[in-house]
């Protein structure tokens, strides 16, 4: 953030003579460039992170695979169940939800009748 007679500047205050002063734009412009690419740094930095854990996420399941202990086939198999199970899960759901706003609706005209 800018002051007038200093300047902020990795996160210190920095005075500024009054030649410096003429410059300030100079040095918000410095600043707020360092700043951004510290938030990008920091963006990427969790970025890379992610990466990494999904990396060693696929490098395990490669080797499940290459030593014949994960099947293409079962695992191919499996996703098709968990598939089928969720479109169940997703239709119990919406009769569930149904339920309860023909409960709500039996509720309101309940409270309106007293």
């Known amino acids: 953030m ?8 990795f996160g210190r205050n920095w005075a500024l003579s009054k030649e410096s002063k003429k ?13 951004q690419a510290l938030r990008e ?3 990427l930095r ?17 080797k499940g695979i290459a030593s014949g202990t994960e099947s293409p086939a079962e695992m191919a198999h ?3 169940t ?3 199970e969720n479109q169940d899960l997703r239709a119990r759901l919406d ?9 709500l609706t039996r509720i309101r ?6």
């Open 78 to 80: 499996d996703v098709k």
């Open 41 to 43: 740094l920091k963006r």
């Open 95 to 103: 009769q569930g939800r149904e339920s309860v706003e023909r409960l």
């Open 46 to 62: 969790e970025k890379a992170s992610k990466v990494e854990v999904k990396n060693s996420e696929l490098e395990e399941l490669l």
């Open 2 to 9: 800018w002051f007038a007679g200093s300047c902020r500047l």
């Open 23 to 35: 410059n300030g734009a100079t040095f918000r412009d410095l600043n707020d460039a360092v700043e």
């Open 109 to 114: 005209f309940l409270e309106e009748q007293r």
């Open 82 to 84: 968990l598939s089928k």
